[in-house]
């Protein structure tokens, strides 16, 4: 079956980075567009940056944008999200999905994702 394994997460001050990593197994890693979302307290889950199935393209929330690098390496079955400035609001947890259609479309919404990891926190720190 398909696993999606984040890792990376933890407690860093503002504007501080972290590099999270989700390791998936279970499917052909390398046809598959991959995202990432997060989750605060009381909010909805949101979404944060999604990648090709190649790597070609990236499409990052405005919320993250310059801050924000989402990288895969299909060599490793991976998924990355290497996040810079961190800031207060981009404390939650944060999950790794992927719509599992082959060469798919880069997608920003969570119900257009069939298969999520467990999720890490990130915790930002004043």
Same mark, same amino acid.
């Given at each position: 079956?398909?696993?999606?394994?984040?890792?990376? +997460?933890?407690?860093? /001050?503002?504007? $501080?980075?972290? #590099?999270?990593?989700? *390791? =998936?197994?279970?499917?052909?890693?390398?046809?598959?567009?991959? +995202?990432?979302?997060? /989750?605060?307290? $009381?909010?909805? #889950?949101?979404?944060? *940056? =999604?990648?090709?199935?190649?790597?070609?393209?990236?499409?990052?929330?405005?919320?993250?944008?310059?801050?924000?690098?989402?990288?895969?390496?299909? *060599?490793?079955?991976?998924?990355?999200?290497?996040?810079?400035?961190?800031?207060?609001?981009?404390?939650?947890?944060?999950?790794?999905?992927?719509?599992?259609?082959?060469?798919?479309?880069?997608?920003?919404?969570?119900?257009?994702?069939?298969?999520?990891?467990?999720?890490?926190?990130?915790?930002?720190?004043?």
């Amino acid at each position: 079956q398909v696993q999606l394994v984040e890792s990376g +997460g933890g407690l860093v /001050q503002d504007g $501080g980075s972290l #590099r999270l990593s989700c *390791a =998936a197994s279970g499917l052909t890693f390398s046809l598959y567009a991959m +995202g990432w979302f997060r /989750q605060a307290p $009381g909010k909805e #889950r949101e979404f944060v *940056a =999604a990648i090709s199935w190649n790597g070609g393209r990236t499409y990052d929330a405005d919320s993250v944008k310059g801050r924000f690098t989402i990288s895969r390496d299909n *060599a490793k079955n991976t998924v990355y999200l290497q996040m810079n400035s961190l800031k207060l609001e981009d404390t939650g947890v944060y999950y790794c999905a992927t719509d599992a259609k082959p060469l798919g479309s880069l997608r920003s919404t969570p119900p257009e994702y069939q298969y999520w990891g467990q999720g890490t926190q990130v915790t930002v720190s004043s």
